[in-house]
């Protein structure tokens, strides 16, 4: 008999957890295929994900990857899912880094899609895009022809990135923003809700409005 295929969340955030089991259960069809343990104590909270009941959990001083599993990073914070990496990271003999795009995701040929990016439902993406390790694109979202998403970036629910634009590692950008054509927005910058981008964006900026404006910097 074949042995089953391992696989892993890693994190405690209530909200990643169920959607990753969601995207693998779009995926696979029958949960019964897939043998997910988280390493963390994980307590449901809300009714409509009883199904995480079922899901072996385990501590992270007793999850030991002794034979090769697939881990999926269960944070939703730039810095959260950076912190996983690196636990995983000293690991990489036994444990692969999958990207996570759920089948709805409109994606064309000719992009370039790094370890452990996440991608949730009715997401597109046009041409030539590139997506570094660990992003999240949530619902909704829509990212333009030439893009560069960095590192560890946040693109929250329904933002729209035109074409041609940069995204520098550790930034997020909030839920509904459009960014216009060739915007460049630095790293670790956080661009508020609802926000016009029609303007380049420095490194360690929180900017928000129509237009965006810098409101403030930060280390």
Known sequence: MATKQKWVIFGDNEYAITMIFETLYAIHKKSLEISIVINRKFTPQHPWNEDLHHIAMVNEEDFKADRPVFAFLAGMSPDSRQFLWKRFDKDRDNIVLPSLIHPSVVLPHHIT????????????????????????????????????????????????????????????????????????IGSHCVIGSGSLVTKNIPDHTTAYGSPAKVINTHS
């Open 113 to 184: 899609i790094e370890e452990g990016v996440r991608i949730e439902p009715n997401v597109t993406i046009a041409p030539y895009v590139s997506v570094g390790k660990a992003a999240l694109i949530n619902r909704g979202a829509i990212i333009g022809h030439h893009t560069t998403i960095g590192d560890f970036v946040n693109i929250n629910p329904g933002a729209i990135i035109n074409g041609m634009c940069h995204i520098g590692a550790h930034t997020t950008i909030g839920a509904g923003t459009i960014i216009n054509d060739g915007v460049v």
